[in-house]
């Protein structure tokens, strides 16, 4: 049996003025992972590549790898980046295979393309009309019709923080198997509701995301393939943004379209709930110093790299050095040149650097602000780790150059590549322990909750600048489909 094995990961915020070159898929190499490599980087990790491998071993197929491209998120990617990366895939199909899979994200905004995954899917169907695809995604697709159109099985994660990456890729594999040993014969329904849910409310572990998703999984205990709903991602100036649903079951299309629609339904009856409120960062940080539990999680969540954001506003830390809150933790400042200069300086040293606010962001109207900072250089490191779960365990990270910068009050982490603060790892290679820190401020909406969620006392979510804002008033929306709930009275 010969299988196809791909990756192309990208969660595009059309807001955001990060660029997306080819390099952020490889991380800091030169080209993404292909043959291989593929095998070295993800055989055993929690990832959805990483459960296809295995499928893949003990079915004893032979794997063809052509590219496994993962890019943090943030603007539209280039088209040369895409090109390359679906270009591989596609010519690999052409030459013939079994079945394929793919770990894909669902919402990759290409220049010039609204709808990445669909594109591809399309492309690969024009060489390989009968050969079976199982997908996996993520809970944060913007779901396009040709994406269900040009797919076998489709799965999506149940959780947010995304924790069940690997299982996702084992719930999108095991049916093409089952297809292929003619024991299933999968069928798909799928379908919209017009909404954008706040990603602060989207949380799996919080209502009404937490009964929607283990509505899921109840009709899969029930026999049903893979039943996903997906919360989407906001922060996508597209038609297609917003929540949707995809159920497969075996052979039964009016069962697959009753339980789809039932997800959507839940969905749509608690629109209300997915509705975050914002409060004024002064009255959170006033809340925060009244705190007496510790450690306290300050969520910088309007520059959340993860979501797209430059990782690198001012505006929550610096509130925090103003209203000399003692010791904090601060992860991560984006800032690449402020850590070329604390490695010219050295460790120990004194510096005063203009840190943070080197990108615009023209979406916002807003230009990017540096704030001055002094500190001691407390610690350089490379940067690289492996995660330690739950999400994405064993995956290898790297930050980037790395390095601490200590105010005395803050110790504050200033990194070369965008990393979301999701993993006690991201601390650890730079030799910070939060759990004996009174205040860790998190560049982070939700997917902290993964890795650090058990150790924070208190919790207060604060208000900055970033692309990743949670008032959608900041937004200029001018492609997303109309109505749209929260954004029309007339969606309501
Ligand atoms: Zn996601």
Known sequence: MRLLIAQMKHETNTFSPVPTPLARFSRGAARPYEGEDIRAAFKGTGTAIGAYLELAERAGATMILPVAGNAAPSGPVERAAFEYMAGRIVEAAAQGCDAILLDLHGAMVPEGLDDGEGELLARIRRVAPQVPIGIALDMHTNLFPAMVENATVIAGYQTYPHV????????????????????????????????????????????????????????????????SFFVGFPHADI???????????????ARARRECDELLDMAWAGRAKFVYRVEPLEASLKRASEIAARPVMLLDHYDNCASGGTMDTMTVLGAILDARLEDVAAFAIFDPGAVKKMQEAGTG???????????????????????EVSGKVKRLADGNYRNEGPMAKGEAVSMGPSAVLDT????????????????MGSFRALGIDPAKKRYVMLKSRVHWRAGLGPLAKAIVECAGTGVCTSDYDQLRFERVRRPVYPLDAAAT
């Not at 040293?349 to 704030?371: C, H, Y």
């Open 408 to 423: 005395g009050r803050c110790e504050i982490a200033v990194i070369s590549r965008h990393t979301e603060p999701h993993d």
């Open 349 to 371: 040293a004194n510096v005063t650097l203009s840190l943070g606010g080197k990108l615009d962001m023209p979406a916002l109207g807003l230009k990017g602000k540096p704030r």
């Open 164 to 227: 069940d990456m690997y299982d996702t890729g084992m719930r999108a594999g095991r049916p093409i198997f089952a297809l292929l040993e003619g024991k299933a014969q999968p069928a798909m329904a799928f379908g919209h509701r017009p909404m954008l849910p706040h990603v602060m409310r989207q949380s799996s572990l919080d209502s009404p995301n937490l009964e929607i998703q283990g509505r899921a999984k109840q009709m899969e205990k029930a026999g049903t393939l893979a039943a």
């Open 239 to 253: 038609p297609y943004a917003g929540s949707s649903a995809v159920v497969v079951t075996d052979g039964d299309a």
